[in-house]
């Protein structure tokens, strides 16, 4: 699935990274519990979370993750943009709550360990 | 064997927003070193969670990322208040940092439990009232 699909999917809206929209992700992982995210997840490109500081950004950098999805219309500030952007990472918001946006995702291919459904 | 390369940074335990700069800093100079992916991914996880730490619990501190041939050794070192009691500390689910801290996203007594994990050897000294100076390996592939 590339990043672009996720944003229609989702209903979402692009905050930064743009040029990174071509992109393919094979897997995400939702969690607002960032110490979860270091210890569980592995080669997940993608994370959804309703969490909003800039720790989210930085274990995404740390996890060599691609994009960021902030659920329930959280919108990330403006040094987390920054942030997203030196690193790369693209970051959007959708309306939807983490478990929708999640099921969404996954039943359109997007599973948890990369592998197709 | 002698050091190639260090890293040093002063971590600011003021304010939480700006925990973990000095581990992205210091992933992004492994990557322009060219080391390998997952030897950049274990280190900077490591330093990220001991960096956390350091900010949560001990008011800051410094850290050491000295790069030899065979391996990267990080050293976090803090005068905070000290481990009471180290074999739990490392058990996963354990912290005590406070709910503050959970709602941040962190504090899920995962942290020491995961620099242990990304690492192939940790060293923890502590003394109550004195300090923590923590020190992990991540041994390069030949």
């Given at each position: 699935?590339?990043?672009?699909?996720?944003?229609?999917?989702?209903?979402?809206?692009?905050?930064?990274?743009?040029?990174?929209?071509?992109?393919?992700?094979?897997?995400?992982?939702?969690s607002d519990?960032?110490?979860?995210?270091?210890?569980?997840?592995?080669?997940?490109?993608?994370?959804?979370?309703?969490?909003?500081?800039?720790?989210?950004?930085?274990?995404?950098?740390?996890?060599?993750?691609?994009?960021?999805?902030?659920?329930?219309?959280?919108?990330?500030?403006?040094?987390?943009?920054e942030?997203?952007?030196?690193?790369?990472?693209?970051?959007?918001?959708?309306?939807?709550?983490?478990?929708?946006?999640?099921?969404?995702?996954?039943?359109n291919?997007?599973?948890?360990?990369?592998?197709?459904? | 064997?002698?050091?190639?390369?260090?890293?040093?940074?002063?971590?600011?335990?003021?304010?939480f927003?700006?925990?973990?700069?000095?581990?992205?800093?210091?992933?992004?100079?492994?990557?322009?070193?060219?080391?390998?992916?997952?030897?950049?991914?274990?280190?900077?996880?490591?330093?990220?969670?001991?960096?956390?730490?350091?900010?949560?619990?001990?008011?800051?501190?410094?850290?050491?990322?000295?790069?030899?041939?065979?391996?990267?050794?990080?050293?976090?070192?803090?005068?905070?208040?000290g481990?009471?009691?180290?074999?739990?500390?490392?058990?996963?689910?354990?912290?005590t940092?406070?709910?503050?801290?959970?709602?941040?996203?962190?504090?899920?007594?995962?942290?020491?439990?995961?620099?242990?994990?990304?690492?192939?050897?940790?060293?923890?000294?502590?003394?109550?009232?004195?300090?923590t100076?923590?020190?992990?390996?991540?041994?390069?592939?030949?």
């Amino acid at each position: 699935m590339k990043i672009q699909d996720i944003q229609q999917l989702l209903d979402a809206q692009v905050v930064c990274g743009e040029e990174s929209l071509g992109k393919h992700v094979y897997s995400a992982c939702g969690s607002d519990m960032m110490s979860d995210v270091l210890a569980y997840v592995k080669d997940q490109a993608v994370l959804l979370t309703g969490l909003v500081n800039s720790q989210v950004i930085r274990t995404a950098e740390m996890m060599d993750m691609v994009c960021i999805v902030f659920v329930r219309s959280k919108s990330p500030n403006e040094e987390m943009i920054e942030l997203a952007k030196d690193s790369g990472i693209v970051l959007m918001k959708t309306e939807k709550r983490l478990y929708e946006a999640c099921g969404t995702l996954y039943v359109n291919g997007l599973i948890g360990n990369g592998k197709k459904i | 064997m002698s050091e190639i390369l260090n890293f040093h940074y002063e971590v600011d335990g003021t304010d939480f927003t700006s925990a973990g700069q000095s581990s992205v800093s210091v992933k992004k100079e492994l990557r322009r070193l060219g080391l390998p992916a997952e030897i950049i991914r274990q280190v900077s996880i490591a330093m990220y969670e001991g960096e956390i730490n350091m900010v949560i619990h001990a008011h800051g501190g410094v850290a050491d990322i000295n790069l030899y041939e065979d391996k990267i050794e990080i050293i976090l070192e803090d005068h905070g208040p000290g481990i009471k009691d180290i074999d739990l500390a490392m058990q996963e689910g354990y912290s005590t940092a406070k709910e503050n801290i959970r709602s941040l996203g962190f504090g899920a007594g995962m942290g020491l439990p995961n620099m242990k994990k990304y690492t192939d050897e940790m060293y923890i000294d502590s003394v109550v009232g004195v300090g923590t100076k923590v020190r992990m390996i991540v041994n390069i592939p030949g």
